[in-house]
């Protein structure tokens, strides 16, 4: 079952709470009724009114974004400065540069090409809980220490210089007050979270990620982010339309990949009765960030989706069994033992030759969550250290 929603519909979090409803946690199918249902279709309405009432929505709409703007920018000043006030001398010298700096480009920071690539692995929720426990960090630290291991990594095997350079991740966050995940809509802000690719101890690089997404709170920089995208909202929607596909295009790279981070339930969901086994999220690339990376918990699980361009990124692949020995290292650095995993690997690509494989394993429900993505048309490929890769064969 493959999920697909834009994200100016609804975040990962308003999507998760969709998947919710859309499934349950009851595991008997439900008892199909055979009595018919009526429906009637609503009347057409009437294209001035239409038009009369969409023009009356904006204007209420702008007046009311500008009044929202003038209080959140009161509101973000007055936390700023309260803060500002603990904040050391030395830690804002520090990393206020690092922000400053424009975004280092890495090898596939490269104008997007296509077709798209798909990636996929999954470890315990467990051992990131331990790690997260053994050094007093929050669980999304623990991801973004990984994730900057094995983009390292990986780098460091297409000859990228990471000596003093900087990793940036554009990392949504969520907005809702209060814990309240059942408000659905598109609340989130961006984080730019930027991380010293050379530092190589896990555990120095694990606590130099908890110190920069700290500070960055402190900062109120989520807050300041989503104050800006409520002023471009303000912008007339005729104007966004025709300025939003332009700007897309344009080769700037303000991050190196986005990593986004969704807590999905952590009890098993079914569809008519069938179980959800696994759960891999997505998330879409372009621009010149033709890499990025999706994360989403689900029962006991963290799932990892690497998507990328196949020309920026054609061993998109060696990034699960990166990320894998990456747990394992950091695990041993902080004293945690990790789970050892002997998933067999199975290799999928169109061009290969399957008569000879092995009798294929039990037949898995799989569900990505994606937020905006292409149709995928073709069969699954993999080289022999990757998890899973999917190749759709139009992007």
Not at 241 to 250: D, E, I, N
Not at 341 to 355: G, I, L, Y
Request: with cysteine.
């Amino acid at each position: 079952m493959v999920f697909r929603l834009h994200h100016c519909l609804a975040d990962g979090i308003a999507g998760v709470e969709i998947m919710n409803e859309l499934l349950g946690t009851v595991s008997s199918a439900p008892r199909v009724t055979k009595r018919k249902r009526n429906f009637r279709k609503p009347p057409q309405l009437n294209p001035l009114t239409s038009l009369l009432d969409g023009w009356i929505s904006s204007c209420g709409n702008l007046v009311q974004g500008s009044l929202a703007a003038q209080s959140e920018v009161a509101n973000i000043a007055g936390r700023m400065f309260v803060d500002s006030n603990s904040w050391p001398a030395a830690e804002f010298s520090k990393l206020v540069p690092e922000l400053t700096v424009p975004t280092e480009p890495l090898h596939f920071n490269v104008t997007y090409r296509g077709p798209q690539k798909y990636a996929w692995t999954e470890i315990p929720l467990s051992d990131v809980k331990a790690i997260r426990h053994a050094c007093g960090v929050s669980v999304n630290d623990v991801v973004l220490a990984l994730v900057t291991m094995t983009i390292r990594r990986y780098a460091e095997m297409h000859r990228n210089p990471i000596r003093k350079r900087l990793l940036r991740m554009m990392v949504p966050v969520n907005l809702r007050g209060n814990g309240n995940a059942a408000d659905l809509g598109n609340r989130i802000s961006l984080l730019p979270v930027t991380v010293p690719l050379d530092i190589r101890n896990p555990r120095r690089l694990l606590l130099a990620v908890h110190e920069r997404t700290e500070f960055l709170k402190r900062a109120h920089v989520a807050e300041l982010v989503g104050l800006a995208g409520t002023l471009l909202g303000m912008i007339a929607t005729p104007l966004q339309a025709l300025l939003g596909p332009f700007a897309s295009q344009l080769p700037v790279a303000p991050f190196n990949l986005v990593c986004t981070n969704v807590p999905g339930p952590q009890f098993p969901l079914y569809l008519l009765g069938h179980k959800m086994l696994q759960w891999y999220p997505y998330v879409p690339v372009g621009g010149e960030m033709t890499l990025n990376c999706a994360i989403l918990s689900y029962n006991g699980t963290m799932y990892f989706g690497f998507s990328g361009c196949s020309q920026a990124a054609p061993d998109l692949g060696r990034l699960t069994a990166l990320l894998r020995s990456n747990l394992a290292q950091l695990g041993k650095a902080v004293h945690v033992p990790t789970t050892r995993t002997t998933k067999a690997r199975r290799v999928f690509h169109p061009s290969f030759d399957h008569r000879d494989d092995p009798a294929p394993e039990t037949l898995r429900m799989t569900i990505p969550l994606a937020v905006s993505s292409p149709t995928i048309e073709s069969p699954m490929a993999t080289s022999p250290e990757e998890e899973g890769v999917l190749e759709p064969a139009n992007a």
